[in-house]
Every structure is written in structure tokens, then in C-alpha cells.
């Protein structure tokens, strides 16, 4: 889950990293009141995305009037995929020196992965890319932790121009925010260091590990949800993953790399997947509201049910499948493949209620669908 | 050891849940040797023929088990990994799902100080044909799974099951499945489960199933071209939009990172068959054993 910046800096602040003075406002009037508070400022768009400054949603104001004209511009901009609801009103900071510095979940070295840059400001791909020398990581051992120490250790040979010990500092206590709010990635960027040489985070990025949730419970209310549709967000509440695509042959599948699988199987028969939406895991008695989903996008031509039974069984899948077909009465061709688990079951059940038997792989039943997709356009 | 043989002993934590005693039964009747299990409200009593002890550490003074199995829901996975590594375990497999992150990479530092290998979470576990299953797969079932010469890695259980139906259905066989989880971070990697494939005795070929997101496949690739026998693989979600978990959590392509066509690339400059979609494993397998 990812958070936007208004919600994650207070984290930092929490772990006793300094940031600016902000007031968030979801009025352009309101960002004038604000800026008369703070003085010379900055109006940021609260997006959870990068990028912002780019797409014009960050700008700089010296006057209250100055304030409220940029917020006007910027609320109801749209960032990449996101529409501005509110902007942050910020402080403007003396800013000497921009760094970077961030603490990760990292899969190579199976623990967390503390990183720094003296080239803030870029995001990190281009960091990396750009110049990776300049890129210091210390790969903790989680038991242990990230002691001042370490991060002096992770720093040496590299020149802050004094502000040495504060940066050090800054990364103890950006661990410190990491593991507390159990975080998948807390990144500043850029990391400042001001003319008084102060350092301040002064823009945070901060996403919550989303199966840390469960016992993140209060954490998570700050987060921002998933731009969802109705669809996507009916199955979110249902315990089903579905992902609305932009096709015409709805996919129902048991387990996240067999549903992916069905979907590339349909597009390297030259259709194209209408959804995601696979029934694996514990959801796989869910197989009922699952068909309800996927035949509830307009436009739909055909579907393709492709159940593997391993963990989830094949009959327990069909029986609420065949359990839904007589209510929802799908009106496109549907074809199966079935196999796994349960099997044997599942192919009788098919054949008893709906005289239907499962194509011979699924291969087979993905081309079956993507040609009744075309012939019915 | 990634892969478990007959004669490992094997302990289920959580044994006495309905997931955890439907699936050691399915084991036991494969002929796994499951010595024992763990739930402490049940310690003293029998379950699945086997008796149920408080903990691993109490577990192995009796059982001396060489491998433990976790039935153990998301939030408890850190206290029972934790205690299946001072109980001694040399294997722990753990097939739950949602285990948060910071747990995980916990008990990865404990496993790599007391040498202990951990598989998963969020795997359907593994197949040792002919020998012994660990987890939720369908082992017993002779269209999926027939004692042959191929290794077949995964890091999803649907679409593994799905392959092994294929390599069957072709005329082949497996020596051992290995399912390494879907999550962003996972004790055994892809690479790490090649290699136990290709040291596997009867092994002559080994099928790989990627998704995209993470290096995983991109790393593999170079333990691959120090190979002498032939690879075939399949990625999954070659169709999926960027941005967008599919399922699994390390199922995600972020800006050119983890891409279906930077895992393609790699494999094939490593002499790796890489399919289009998994029915083609059958002829990509006549062309190997050619």
C-alpha cells in the first residue's frame, strides 16, 4: 500500500527525522490562508505517484495569492492515472545539497537494505543507472539491526561537506521509521542539507507492506487505496483478486501463475483477456460470486475457466461454479480445461448438469474461446 | 536440501488444522515419513498416527525430524520458523501466504546462521516422485505426476501442477517438483532450485516456471549456461499490464524492472528453450531427448 507524501512524512517525524513545516488543503482558498501562515512556500499535488514535479504538480509560491493561483492549477490536474484531490502546502526550504537515502525490503540479500546517494533528487532507476558508483548499500542483518556505526561505515569515503554526522544520523533513524511502520520501501528523496546545515527530508515515499497490514490496522487507514473500478473494488471486498482489462474473453482461474498463464494463452491465440480473476488460495470456495464477477463487465464474448487443482480442488471449484450457472445463466460460450485435484469429480459434475465436457488442455479451451470472441464480433 | 527423499523425516506444524491433517494423510498414504507434529493446546495427544508435541525443540528430542512442514497462519509463521531452527530443522518448507515481510527476512537471518534451508512462504511445496510429497500438491495423481527423468521448478503451484500435466501427457516424466513461492522474498530461489535440480540423481532435463517481476529468472539464467543438460522455461504474465500485482505479491513489473521480455532475453542468450505457452514443453522435451 502505498502512502502519499503528506501521510509519510509524518513517519520520519515520528522516528525524529526533521521535515518542513506543511499544512494539507483540499481548497485553493484554503492553500492561501495556509501560505499566509507558513510565508514563502511550496504547493505540492498529493498523488501517490512520482513524477509529480514533471507533470507541473509541484510549484514554488512567494505570496498567499501566489499560493492560492497554483493550487487552483493543480487541483483537478490529473498524474499519470490520478486525479489531484488535495495539495500540501509546505515551508520552502534554503536547500544547499540534495541527497538520497532509503531503506528496503531486498529479495538477493533476503533482508532489509539500507542505500544512500550523494545525487539526490532523480529517482532511484535513473540513480542507479546513471551513476552507480556513487550508490553506497549496507545489507542489514534484521536481528541485529542498523547502528550509527554502520551507517558512519556506509558514509566513509564519502564527502557531505560536514554534514556527516547529521546524514548519519538521519539514516538511524530512517531505519528506525522502516522497521516500525513495516515498510516494503521509505525512501527521502532528496535528503537536503540546508544552508544552515540542518538535514530534512524533503519529500518521503513510504509503502506499507500490504500482508503487514493485518497488524498495521491504524497505519494503514493513512494509506492511499488502490485506484480501483466498481468491479475491481466488488471483488477487493469479496476476497477475489480481479484486475478489469481491456478485452473481450473473461478468464477464471485457480492460483496467480496459472490465471497470468491463462491470460498470455489467449493473447498468443490473438484474443484479448477481458480480466484477471483467479479463485487460488484460500478463495477457491469463492468460485460462485467469481463467475458472477467476470460476467458482469459489459462486452463481454466468451470465458475461459481454466481450474488446476492443487491446493484448491477442482470439484469444491465447479460445484460453486455449476451452483451460480443456473441464476446467472452465462449468455456466451464458455469453454474448460481441467485438471489437478479433483479432477475426475469436476469433469462428471460438468457433464451431469451441463452436458459439457473440458477441452483437452488449456490451450485448446483459450483458442476455442478467442475464436468464439471473433466469430460473435 | 531443497528436495526431500523417502526416507526424510518429516514434521507438520499446524498438523492437527483441517488443511494440515487433510494434506499429511494425502502424504502418508504417498509413503512421506511424517514423524510427528506441532500444536501446543494438543501436545501428548495422537493425530494422523503420529504424536502431536508442543514445539519443535520438544519435537526433536523425540522424532529427530530432518524436515518441517508449516500448516501455520500468516502472523505465527516468525515463532514457529524460529522454533523449528533451534529444534535443528535442516529444511523448513512453509506454504502460507501473507506472512509479512519483515517476519520473513527474520527468520532468513536465523536459517542462514544455523544452516538451515527455507523454502517459500507462499509455496504448494514440493514433489520428490515415486518418494515423498511436502505441502498441497497433487502428487498422487498419475496424469500430473509420473516417476521420469525431467526436474520441474515453480513458482506457482497452479501452473506448475499445470506443466507436470503437460511433460505427462507428452510421454515424460518427473524426478522431483520444486515449488519455490510466489513473494517478493523467498528463501529458495529459482537459481538455487535449478541447481538442486541439476544435481537431482536421474535427472536429464529441467523445466522452469518463471513469472515476471524481481531477477529471479535473470539470475538463474546464469547458473543455466554452466549447464550440460537442456532447459526449458516458461514466464508467466507476458500479457499483464506494468504496475499491476497479478496474485502473487512479487508478481509486478516496475518500469523496465522484472519484465517478461528482460527474463526472456536472458534466458535464451543462456542456451535456455524459453515456450510460448506451457502445451509446448512436450515438443520442446522431443527436441531435448532428440
Redesign the interface.
Known sequence: MNFEEYAAKPLLAQSGIKVPQSILVYHADAAGEAAAKLGGCVVKAQVPTGKRGKAGGIKLADTPDEAKAHAEAILGMTIGIHTVEKVLIEEKSDIRREYYAAVL????S???MVMFSTEGGMDI?EIAAETPEKLKTHAV???KGFSLEDANTLLSGVDLEGAEAGVADTLVKLYDAY?VN?A?LLEINPLIVTGDGSVVALDCKFTL????I??QEELAKNGAPEKLTELEARGESAGI?Y?E?DGDVCVL?????????T??????HGGA?AN?C?I??EAYTKARFALEMVLAKPGIKSLVVNF?????RCDVMMEGLLGAWEELKPDIPVFFSI???G?EEAIRMLKDKLNMDPLP???AACKAAVDAAKGGA | MIIPRKETRILVQGITGKQGTFWTERMQEYGATVVGGVNPKKAGTEHCGVPVHASAVDAQKDTGFDATLLFIPPLGVKAAALDAIEGGAKMILCLTEHVPVHDVMYVMAAAKEAGTRVVGPNTAGGVTVGETFMGFMPAFNERIFKKGTVGVLSRSGSLGTLMCQNIVTAGYGQTAFVGIGGDPVIGTTTRDALEALDNFPGTEAVVMVGEIGGAMEEDAAEYAKTMKKPVIAFIAGGAAPPGKKMGHAGAIVMGDKGTYASKKTALEAAGVNVLSTPVHVGDALNEAFK
Open positions: 525490503n531486498d529479495p538477493v533476503k533482508g532489509p532507476e542483518d534484521i536481528r522497521m513495516d516494503e507492506d500490504d500482508s503487514a493485518k497488524r483478486k484486475i482489462l482461474a485457480n492460483g496467480a501463475g496459472l490465471t497470468m498463464t491470460m498470455d494463452v489467449v493473447r498468443h483477456p484477471f483467479e487460488g488460495g488446476c487443482g492443487a491446493f484448491a485438471a489437478g485435484t479432477d488442455n488449456m490451450s
